[in-house]
């Protein structure tokens, strides 16, 4: 008898590198998205319609500097490397720079996120 | 120098489960993987089984996970995994026969799903169908294809579901699609276009990485996703 077909963990220990990377980052990035936006929701709910603790404590947590922090490196993660993914999908022919995409990927990423994360920095000592 | 050896091993007959079983042996940093496996096999346990048969990475047979990573065994040198233990284990994906060897049925079934021989009705020309160079050009880099599943079996989206059909049978589809003596585009578009075909693929370039013939497999895959979505081969 063969053995079931059966790939579970295994897959993970791949080593498919920095793209493989690339893309599971992209679809946590995309699930936690969608936790962030309905945390939002329901938080903003809860507030409006009971103004009860548990609002305040959703509130708390979701305006949170380090939650924000957590929150613009994923959203913008996602963005830059769905851009990167759809630029490669319309163009084909730029897959073969694939690395390079990658690169400027971070290269924009980097300087972007610093940005922010320095403003907001700023902000939060002014008591902004 | 000496390494050491850490295969996947799995006998049917033996009632045990599967376990890895280390094994030391004297190597030269030129020596290759498969050259390791067949010392082994001759001195150590003649029941180890894995298939081979060119030797000399043409025929596509000894697709291997080493290191972690799908690789031909009769390509990788031991100087080019950088450390002296080795882990050899069967490509992911597919049923485990034994030890080394899967059973290749839904690959090949996938493979010739896509229609993977020459299409056209039209009546042959008397010497041959005639192609410029620029033409033939087009598809030269999906021609190397050796069929060896080392993309295919390097693919979450086929970890996933079996029925995808995988990096390489599209390959082989564009090997064909672009072929300007070729006639059945517009079908292998449609079966491609379909719940199991391009669309499975998130670019996540495992299969770019694996090949053994340093073949544009995204890039392959762009092409054929491109046409799909324009409705032109241009
Ligand atoms: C900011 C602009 C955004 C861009 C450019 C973008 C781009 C993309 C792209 C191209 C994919 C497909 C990736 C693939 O083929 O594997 C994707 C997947 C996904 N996105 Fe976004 N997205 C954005 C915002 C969002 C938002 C706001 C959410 C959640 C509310 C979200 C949730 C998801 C999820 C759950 C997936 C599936 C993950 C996957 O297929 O791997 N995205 N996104
Ligand atoms: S690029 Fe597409 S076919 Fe290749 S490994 Fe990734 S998902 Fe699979
Ligand atoms: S495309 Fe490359 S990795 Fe895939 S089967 Fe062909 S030769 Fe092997
Ligand atoms: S044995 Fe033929 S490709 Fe490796």
Redesign the interface.
């Known amino acids: 008898?063969?053995?079931?077909?059966n790939?579970g963990l295994?897959?993970i220990?791949?080593?498919?590198?920095g793209?493989?990377l690339a893309?599971a980052l992209h679809r946590i990035s995309g699930l936690a998205i969608v936790l962030f936006v309905g945390l939002h929701v329901i938080s903003s709910f809860f507030m409006q319609q009971l103004g009860s603790d548990i609002a305040t404590a959703l509130n708390t947590v979701y305006e949170s500097i380090y939650f924000q922090f957590i929150v613009i490196f994923i959203v913008l993660f996602h963005a830059l490397n769905g851009l990167r993914?759809i630029i490669?999908?319309?163009w084909?022919?730029l897959?073969?720079f694939?690395r390079e995409a990658t690169w400027l990927q971070w290269l924009i990423f980097i300087p972007t996120y610093g940005m922010t994360v320095t403003i907001m920095i700023l902000n939060q000592l002014q008591g902004g | 120098m000496e390494v050491t050896l850490k295969i996947f091993r799995y006998n049917p007959e033996s009632g045990k489960k599967p376990h890895y079983e280390k094994y030391t042996v004297e190597a030269e940093p030129t020596d290759r993987v498969l050259d390791l496996l067949e010392y082994i096999k001759g001195n150590f346990d003649g029941t180890l089984s894995f298939r081979r048969s060119c030797a000399h990475g043409i025929c596509g047979s000894d697709a291997m996970r080493i290191n972690g990573q799908n690789r031909l065994a009769c390509k990788l040198l031991v100087k080019d995994l950088h450390g002296a233990q080795i882990t050899v284990e069967p490509i992911l994906g597919l049923r485990v026969i034994k030890d080394l060897i899967v059973d290749m049925e839904p690959f090949f079934e996938n493979y010739r799903s896509v229609l993977p021989y020459l299409i056209n009705d039209e009546p042959a020309p008397k010497k041959e169908r005639l192609q410029s160079p620029e033409e033939r050009e087009r598809f030269d880099d999906t021609t190397k294809c050796i069929l060896c599943a080392c993309c295919t079996t390097s693919c979450p989206s086929f970890w996933v579901n079996e029925k995808y059909v995988g990096p390489a049978a599209i390959v082989t589809a564009h090997r064909f699609i672009f072929d300007s003596r070729d006639r059945g585009a517009a079908e292998r578009l449609k079966i491609l276009s379909g719940q199991f075909g391009v669309y499975r693929c998130h670019t996540i370039f495992n299969c770019t990485t694996a090949c053994p013939r340093e073949i544009e497999v995204t890039q392959a895959i762009g092409e054929v996703k491109k046409a799909i979505g324009t409705g032109s081969l241009e």
């Open positions: 008898m063969a053995l079931k077909r790939v295994k897959g220990k791949y080593r498919g590198g793209p493989m893309w993914v490669l999908d319309l084909p022919q897959i073969k694939q």
